[in-house]
């Protein structure tokens, strides 16, 4: 879905299901310019917060691997979709020399 350079928000190309339940994982890196704050970045399906994931940035300007996750979305219904991924927060600084990767596995159940 999406396997791309920052800067972020990133929105994903329109994909088909045939409804039920998706399996995401997901990955990206970033950096805060001050040290001591969270770091990270939503992940949104269609439009709506599904999840987050993200590291504590104790260096400021060190572009940092975000927790790379897994989660189960259900009660998805059939048709296109999208997957977006966003900043955190405004400590999150997200630009070109950041990598992230968003996959999507639909389950048969």
């Given at each position: 879905?999406?396997?791309?350079?920052?800067?972020?928000?990133?929105?994903?190309?329109?994909?088909?299901?045939?409804?039920?339940?998706?399996?995401?994982?997901?990955?990206?890196?970033?950096?805060?310019?001050a040290?001591?704050?969270?770091?990270?970045?939503?992940?949104?399906?269609?439009?709506?917060?599904?999840?987050?994931?993200?590291?504590?940035?104790?260096?400021?300007?060190?572009?940092?691997?975000?927790?790379?996750?897994?989660?189960?979305?259900?009660g998805?219904?059939?048709?296109?979709?999208?997957?977006?991924?966003?900043?955190?927060?405004?400590?999150?600084?997200?630009?070109?020399?950041?990598?992230?990767?968003?996959?999507?596995?639909?389950?048969?159940?």
């Amino acid at each position: 879905m999406i396997n791309s350079l920052g800067p972020i928000p990133i929105t994903s190309a329109s994909f088909n299901t045939s409804g039920g339940t998706l399996l995401l994982f997901y990955s990206g890196s970033g950096y805060s310019n001050a040290a001591g704050k969270l770091i990270g970045m939503n992940v949104k399906l269609d439009g709506n917060p599904i999840d987050q994931t993200g590291v504590y940035a104790n260096q400021s300007l060190v572009h940092l691997a975000f927790v790379a996750k897994q989660w189960v979305v259900t009660g998805i219904a059939a048709g296109p979709h999208t997957i977006a991924i966003e900043p955190l927060n405004a400590s999150s600084f997200l630009d070109g020399n950041d990598i992230y990767e968003v996959m999507v596995t639909e389950m048969p159940y």
